[in-house]
Every structure is written in C-alpha cells, then in structure tokens.
C-alpha cells in the first residue's frame, strides 16, 4: 500500500510569490491534514479536509489556504509568500480524521522563501 | 489551556543503555495520547497510542509508554537502545480547541556507540 505522497519535496521561492503543494493521501483515506514544522514553533496545525470539506483550522492568516479534491487528494496554497513561511510542510492522512490520532504522514515539502 | 511540555530538547544515550523519554500533559479530560517518531529527512511515524484502560501502552520498535494521570504524565521507555533509534521524538494530546492534535516541541535523541 502506498504511502501519503508530497510533492514537490524542495522549492525556493522569493517573497510575494505564491506555491502550491500538494498532498497524495493513503488510498481509503478521507481525511488529509496539513502542519507546518519550522524549528522555533515546532509542528503547527493549519488545516483539516474530509470528504472535500474541510473540518477544521488552524491559526494562520488567509494566506495560507487548501481544499481536497474528490478523490482525496489535497493542495494548500500559500500566497504572498514572507520569509517566515520557510519551513517544512507535512501532510498526513488518516481513515477518519485526526481525533483517533493515528495518522500517516508524508516526508514533507520544504520551503524556502528568499 | 491544553499543552504538552516535553522538558529535555537533547538527550545523548549509549547504545544498549535504556532511554526514558520524559512528557507531561495539560488537560482537562482524559487525554488522549500518542508519541510519534521523526527520522531525519522523513515524515513522522506513530510509536503507539492511548486512549483509556491499561495505562501501559505497547508500541512498535520495543517502545512503552505509560500514562500517569495523578502526574500528567506519559513517558516512553524502551529497555535498550538501539544506534537507528536516533531521531526526534514528540509527545502529542488530541485535545486542540479545533479538533486537531498537539505536538510537543520534540525531544532529539542522540545514541553513541
């Protein structure tokens, strides 16, 4: 069984642009969650999708953003891109959301932002 | 507020030696947690969970962990460490106020030879 895949693993981007990742979910599983890691915050939530809805947010700002597609799969989008937002992105899957825990996560994007 | 302190940032153990690896919780129900296990370049891996019972909990990789209500606490053991157990661990409380979990700040386990 695959894992969660995300893609692209790297990128570098310069303030004000804009990125997208994207997150490939464990097959049957409908909710995606997605945690941005950097290593003076730790592992912050951002947001919760199931069944293309999503469920819960985190304490972002408006420029961070998702949505799940039909077939689970998911993207968060970053616009506006600071230099704060350089971090590692993990997506992480799981069959009924994160309130049993037991979630499967991806290696992660890392971002830098220039 | 719900938290999870995880008071040791490094922790340097000889291999074979035995590993405790300290977590305490803030909650005002019974808690739900996990220890998760992140290996350098790679996504995070759940050690083992608890939810309610037994308070020790059995997890993969020979890890235990046990859950200490009267002292907040949840900490992993294992008997005897091994040189691939090097990595960063995290203590984490299903209990956020938007459903979602709480991750300590981790605790990066060095193993010498």
């Known amino acids: 069984k695959a894992g969660v895949t995300q893609t692209p693993r790297y990128l570098i981007k310069t303030r004000g642009q804009q990125v997208t990742l994207s997150c490939s979910p464990i097959s049957g599983h409908r909710s995606v969650s997605w945690y941005q890691q950097t290593p003076g915050q730790g592992l912050q939530f951002l947001f919760e999708?199931?069944?293309?809805?999503?469920?819960n947010k985190g304490n972002f700002p408006g420029r961070f953003s998702g949505r799940q597609f039909s077939n689970s799969r998911s993207e968060m989008n970053v616009s506006t891109l600071e230099l704060g937002d350089s971090a590692l992105y993990l997506c992480?899957?799981?069959?009924?959301?994160?309130?049993?825990?037991?979630?499967?996560f991806g290696e992660g994007s890392r971002l830098t932002v220039l | 507020a719900q938290s999870v302190t995880q008071p040791d940032i490094h922790i340097t153990v000889s291999e074979g030696a035995s590993l405790e690896l300290r977590c305490n919780y803030s909650y005002g129900a019974t808690p739900y947690l996990f220890w998760y296990v992140q290996s350098p370049g790679q996504g995070l891996q759940l050690l083992l969970k608890?939810?309610?019972?037994?308070?020790l909990v059995q997890g993969i990789k020979g890890f235990e962990a046990e859950f200490k209500r009267s002292q907040s606490s949840f900490n992993l053991r294992k008997p005897s460490v091994h040189w691939s157990d090097a990595a960063e661990y995290f203590c984490?409380?299903?209990?956020?106020?938007?459903?979602?979990?709480?991750f300590g700040k981790g605790t990066k386990l060095s193993v010498k030879p």
């Open positions: 984490v409380l299903n209990g956020g106020s938007q459903g979602n979990l709480i």
């Open positions: 608890y939810f309610s019972g037994d308070t």
């Open positions: 999708y199931f069944s293309e809805t999503q469920r």
């Open positions: 992480a899957s799981s069959l009924e959301g994160q309130r049993d825990g037991e979630l499967f």
